[in-house]
T-cell receptor
């Protein structure tokens, strides 16, 4: 079975700091990768996705993620965070016939 | 607004109560899902429906009973729950349930359930 590991449970940053959230998955075949974001009191929404092609994908609100196949990783990055980025971020993997599998999530708190 | 609406947003129930959660999607999708979101745990897939037929039950206790009368509506009937069932229950929908990577799931805002 596939699994997803997110390294950090809670990250606290000041505004304008750079962000990198780690995500590793376990599956040896072709994968489709997603980052979802859940703002306080709101629904999970898709931030970005990787299906194939350029391993550096850009999403909404200035986020990007890089797929490194050799490291089984799909880390999320943003050069300069804002207070409005305070949310919980979930990495998810879909592979083969498995359903979408989520990591435990990383809470990001941005201090003004 | 995602096009997936869940009601109620909050629910408090006793262990002997019977209640139902409702999910409605306005996206024309054919697949619907129930997830359980607990603190410090990954989202747990509970049930999957495709064209009104249940295609997956992830070893969910029988005190949770799903119902999908049509492709737009999904219910989760609850009875004799335990305090450890307190969680955020999320509904999602997608065009279908195949392995097509473009089959992206859209989520509702969830129902926060507290079992006393």
């Amino acid at each position: 079975a596939q699994s997803v590991s997110q390294h950090n449970h809670h990250v606290i940053l000041s505004e304008a700091a750079s962000l990198e959230l780690g995500c590793n998955y376990s599956y040896g075949g072709t994968v489709n990768l997603f980052w979802y974001v859940q703002y306080p009191g709101q629904h999970l929404q898709l931030l970005l996705k990787y299906f194939s092609g350029d391993p550096l994908v850009k999403g909404i609100k200035g986020f990007e993620a890089e797929f490194i196949k050799s490291k089984f990783s799909f880390n999320l990055r943003k050069p300069s965070v804002q207070w409005s980025d305070t949310a919980e971020y979930f990495c998810a993997v879909k592979a083969g016939s498995y359903q979408l599998t989520f990591g435990k999530g990383t809470k990001l708190s941005v201090i003004p | 607004e995602t096009g997936v609406t869940q009601t109620p947003r909050h629910l408090v129930m006793g262990m002997t109560n019977k209640k139902s959660l409702k999910c409605e999607q306005h996206l024309g999708h054919n697949a619907m899902y129930w997830y359980k979101q607990s603190a410090k745990k990954p989202l747990e897939l509970m049930f999957v429906y495709n064209f009104k037929e249940q295609t997956e039950n992830n070893s969910v206790p029988s005190r949770f009973s799903p119902e999908c009368p049509n492709s737009s509506h999904l219910f989760l009937h609850l009875h004799t729950l335990q305090p450890e069932d307190s969680a955020l229950y999320l509904c999602a929908s997608s065009p279908w349930t195949s392995g097509d990577p473009k089959n992206i799931q859209y989520f509702g805002a969830g129902t926060r359930l507290s079992v006393l």
